[in-house]
């Protein structure tokens, strides 16, 4: 079994995660949707194959899912797989009534 493979087997994206399209624009902003958005200084990028990025390497255009921190900026992101992309998102949990 090759790297890439073993590292896909670990690979867990919360599933209140958002999905998105990503494109990096400059330093800590990216585009999400086209909406300029900004990075948390201590964000996490994994790319498809699970392996950590620094925020240049996302491809344009990226399908992935996101999630936000206490100050609304992006702290973690996950460029999603083919697969990823095209399987079903998950409900997002409501909160309790």
Same mark, same amino acid.
């Given at each position: 079994m090759n790297f890439s493979a073993l +590292? =896909? @087997?670990a690979r867990s994206i919360p599933? /209140? +995660?958002? #999905? *998105?399209?990503? %494109?990096?624009? %400059? /330093?800590? #902003?990216? +585009?999400? !949707? *086209?909406?300029? %958005? =900004? @990075? $948390? +200084? $201590?964000? #996490?990028?994994? !790319?498809?194959? !699970?392996?950590?990025?620094v925020p240049t390497a996302i491809p344009p255009g990226s399908v992935v899912r996101y999630s936000l921190d206490a100050n609304r900026q992006i702290d973690r992101i996950w460029v999603l797989t083919r697969a990823e992309i095209e399987r079903a998102d998950p409900p997002i949990p409501q909160a309790p009534r």
């Open positions: +590292a =896909q @087997l599933a /209140e +995660a958002v #999905r *998105g399209a990503v %494109t990096h624009l %400059t /330093e800590l #902003r990216v +585009a999400v !949707n *086209g909406v300029p %958005t =900004q @990075l $948390s +200084a $201590s964000v #996490r990028i994994w !790319n498809a194959d !699970n392996l950590f990025i």
